[in-house]
């Protein structure tokens, strides 16, 4: 995590009242693209609508840096995830078969992007 600060990255926390970390992202933009290299929610915060609210402020900084392009990718059994980044106007692009070493064998990444323009 410490090379994807500064430079051309950007991230921001969410923290509860109590100071407990909620969640993260970091996000990369180069060249009108962005791409969110990760975005994590505490599993004791899940389901709070955590991920979305993260969501949303990485589209704002992105915009604000000029993107008009936005990537990630996704594991494909990760449903949460992928019903959210739908709803969020990302679509499918790509899919990268046996990307991610999961407990029985691979599991296919999805490659996702969402215009501003």
Known sequence: MLS???????????QSSSQEMLGFYIGEYVA???TLMDICVNPRA???GIG???????HQQAQALGTELSFLEVRAK?????MLYINQGYVEISRR??????????EDAIVMRKSFT
């Open 32 to 34: 009108g693209e962005s």
């Open 52 to 58: 979305k609210q993260l969501l949303h402020h990485y």
């Open 46 to 48: 899940q389901n709070q």
């Open 78 to 82: 990760n449903i949460a995830a992928l």
């Open 4 to 14: 994807c600060i500064g430079g051309r990255y950007f991230g921001y926390y969410a």
């Open 97 to 106: 078969t046996g990307y991610y070493p999961a407990e029985t064998g691979y």
